[in-house]
């Protein structure tokens, strides 16, 4: 889905500097403007400062439904497919859970590298003993639901401490055999191999766990 245009003034200041030159304020994560804000060269920039303390007084102001559209604006689109739904599962449609969900992924900004995107056909089609291994421990693990005694080695239940709610991770155990068959994978293929696994061991997260809305950390 196409990006909605930024529709404040303020989003026309656009840094000349720094890991974020290029980029407009708006697009920025608040952190790093209260890191320029209390900086002693920000006055070096001409506009810097007005520019972010008119985007705070706005920001100020935003609606639930506002902060949840800027958040879409500015995170890639199949980031968000992947998170949004399940945010608003757990926390609800426009609750403040979501807002603030949706808010910290905005603060994730090398999406390329810590949220590569899914790999395509091709790249999935690797073969080796490594990625035969890692086949084989995935298709050990049941789906969550229902359980049983023998699902004690695969999964914990664990309880949001914002919203009181349950929901499943990997065990201990069986997330430590997956990071070492991801491991071997990547000593066998490299980093791009490294993010075929990866892949492998997010998609049966995504179909067997009701996850949090994030990627798991693999």
């Known amino acids: ?20 030159k290029g980029e407009k304020i708006s697009n ?3 952190s790093y403007l209260v890191f320029c804000k209390g900086a002693e060269w920000v006055d070096d920039y001409p506009g810097l400062r007005h520019a972010i303390l008119n985007l705070e007084r706005e920001r100020q102001g935003m609606t639930a439904a506002q902060k949840i ?29 979501t807002v603030k969900a949706m808010g910290d992924a905005v603060e994730t900004r090398c999406y390329e590298q810590q949220y590569p995107p899914r790999p395509t056909a091709t790249e999935t089609e690797l073969s080796s003993p490594s990625i035969t291994a890692l086949r084989k421990l995935l298709d050990t693990c049941p789906a969550v639901e229902p359980t049983t005694p023998e699902h004690g080695p ?15 991770v990997w065990s201990g155990e069986h997330e430590g055999k997956v990071m070492t068959a991801l491991k071997a994978v990547q000593d066998e293929h490299g980093e791009n191999g490294l993010l075929v696994a990866r892949w492998m061991a997010r998609n049966k997260v995504s179909r067997y766990i009701f996850q949090r809305p994030s990627l798991i950390p693999l």
């Open 154 to 168: 695969f999964f914990m239940r664990k309880e949001d401490g914002f919203t009181n709610k349950r929901y499943w």
């Open 28 to 30: 920025v994560p608040p």
């Open 1 to 20: 889905m196409p990006k909605a245009p930024a529709t404040s003034s303020s989003t026309e200041y656009t840094f000349k500097f720094g890991k974020h």
């Open 69 to 97: 559209q800027r958040a879409k604006r500015i995170i890639p689109d199949w980031f968000w497919n992947e998170c949004y739904p399940r945010a608003c599962q757990i926390y609800g449609v426009g609750s403040v859970g």
